[in-house]
């Protein structure tokens, strides 16, 4: 890193602002679940009753079919469930990856804003050690440069020796590194759990389809079949 070494010290920006946790949708989450216990509400006041039994019966709905629908309403349930899991696991998974990064980048800043004094007259060790801040913008750059600047320190006696006079002993150097190695960790964790939760919607949101698709059939054929029959037919609608 020889960016400039004349030049005077140029210090990390400040750590990257938290940006805001997303919230789920709440609204489709609650229409979802509203859908789920309607429809097996309606399915268990339909099956209930002998008479719209024996007429659902004539249009192919014997109990192995009812059984189908009560099917689709389980699976529905179960992904609905899992997916509000996996959007929990998400969010925790963020608040941990913004901790760890807010810690690392305070921990380097600290330490830049030292070694740029402690290095004021050597430019080679202050180019290797204070990285610019547009070395520093997105995460993988930060743990990457970071990384390699707090590696050159451990393995000269001489920056050590410097560093340690400031507080910078080989022990909080180490303590450094953990937090880029929890930061590592924690984005590694963030990132699984971003693609459980995509897996998650993707497999509600096809549950919810095969549901719907079920209902929709079987409303229609319900509304034939007990067209004659107003008291049963609004047992659909309860």
């Known amino acids: 890193m020889t960016d400039h ?7 990390p920006s400040p750590p990257t602002p938290e940006p805001p946790v997303k919230k789920p949708h709440a609204p489709q989450d609650q229409r979802d679940a509203n859908l789920i216990n309607t429809y097996r509400t309606r399915l268990t006041a339909i099956s209930n009753q002998t008479e719209a039994m024996a007429s659902l ?11 189908e629908g009560f099917g689709a309403c389980d699976l529905a349930q179960e992904k609905y469930n899992a997916r509000q899991l996996a959007m929990d696991e998400k969010d925790t998974a963020s608040r941990i990856l913004r901790r760890a990064e807010k810690a690392a980048r305070m921990g380097y800043a600290d330490f830049s804003k030292i070694a740029a004094k402690v290095f004021k007259d050597n430019p080679t060790a202050r180019a290797a ?57 924690a984005s590694a964790a963030h990132e699984a759990a971003s693609q459980a939760a995509t897996r998650a919607t993707a497999e509600r949101r096809a549950a919810m389809k095969a549901l719907n698709t079920w209902w929709s059939e079987f409303n229609v054929t319900a509304k034939v079949a007990l067209k004659d029959r107003p008291d049963l037919l609004g047992l659909l609608n309860a």
């Not at 070494?5 to 210090?11: F, G, H, K, R």
């Not at 019966?57 to 059984?67: C, K």
């Not at 707090?150 to 450094?176: C, D, F, H, P, S």
Request: avoid cysteine; aromatic fraction near 8%; charge should be positive.
């Open 57 to 67: 019966r004539t249009r192919g709905y014997a109990n192995g079919e009812f059984d």
């Open 129 to 185: 050690v204070v990285i610019p801040s547009r070395l520093l913008t997105d995460q993988e750059k930060f743990r990457t440069n970071t990384t390699a600047a707090y590696n050159v320190v451990t393995t000269r006696v001489t920056y050590q020796a410097a560093l340690a006079k400031r507080g910078y002993t080989a022990e909080a150097i180490q303590a450094e590194q953990a937090k880029l190695t929890a930061l590592t960790q």
């Open 5 to 11: 070494p004349n030049s005077l010290p140029i210090e």
